[in-house]
């Protein structure tokens, strides 16, 4: 994802973008001056709520990079990162000198409501990859198996139990697998999710 890496991609069509573990490489790679960093509050349902921070830049228009999966080409161009924030990253992140005063302001509420409750937000493991993606694709899912690939060439039936007899003896179930849901997040309190939002989700009167 723009040249940071992860183990772990979790492919969810019910979710309608996308959400990276806290990566510290970011921290160097996008501190130039042309990066705007925002820090946003979840509007999630779950009891923890813990806060993003989106990467773009200045304009939020132009390409961070590509992503890639399991050693592919370039899949989807990206114009924004968006990093789930548990606690050890968000205090990680509060003193540093991209952040403007209200996402500081965040963070410290944030550790703050966590330190009170006695609670920790824990860090993802997981890449929480949904319609960002999946809408440029043609995707296939029958029992365990998800296929996606070129939406202009529709699979047959045999070409779908060809890949599917490949794929099948390489499932594992996935170690952690409790970070795999998005129930702190579903979307930012102050975003509109512009290129990814789903047509489902209510949208905020907020404008990038």
């Not at 069509?13 to 996008?30: A, I, K, V, Y």
């Not at 003193?95 to 403007?100: E, F, G, I, Q, T």
Request: aromatic share 8%; charged share 20%; glycine share 10%.
């Amino acid at each position: 994802f723009a040249g940071l890496r992860y183990d772990y991609v979790m492919i969810d069509n019910g979710c309608n973008s996308f959400l990276l573990p806290f990566n510290e490489e970011c921290m160097t790679r996008f501190s130039g001056e042309m990066y705007q960093w925002q820090i946003s509050q979840s509007r999630g349902t779950g009891v923890v709520k813990s806060p993003t921070l989106i990467i773009t830049i200045a304009g939020g228009v132009s390409s961070l990079g590509s992503m890639s999966l399991a050693g592919s080409g370039p899949l989807l161009q990206l114009t924004r990162l968006r990093f789930h924030l548990g606690t050890e990253s968000a205090r990680l992140l509060s003193a540093h000198a991209k952040l403007s005063d209200n996402g500081r302001t965040i963070l410290t509420a944030f550790l703050s409501q966590m330190g009170m409750g006695n609670q920790i937000s824990p860090e993802r493991r997981h890449v929480l990859l949904g319609q960002a993606y999946l809408k440029t694709v043609l995707s296939l899912q029958l029992g365990g198996i998800i296929m996606m690939g070129d939406a202009t060439v529709f699979p047959t039936v045999s070409d779908y139990n060809r890949v599917a007899g490949l794929l099948e003896p390489l499932r594992q179930d996935f170690p952690e697998f409790d970070d795999l849901e998005d129930e702190d997040h579903d979307g930012d309190a102050d975003e509109e999710y512009l290129q990814y939002e789903d047509i489902d989700e209510p949208v905020d009167e907020y404008m990038e």
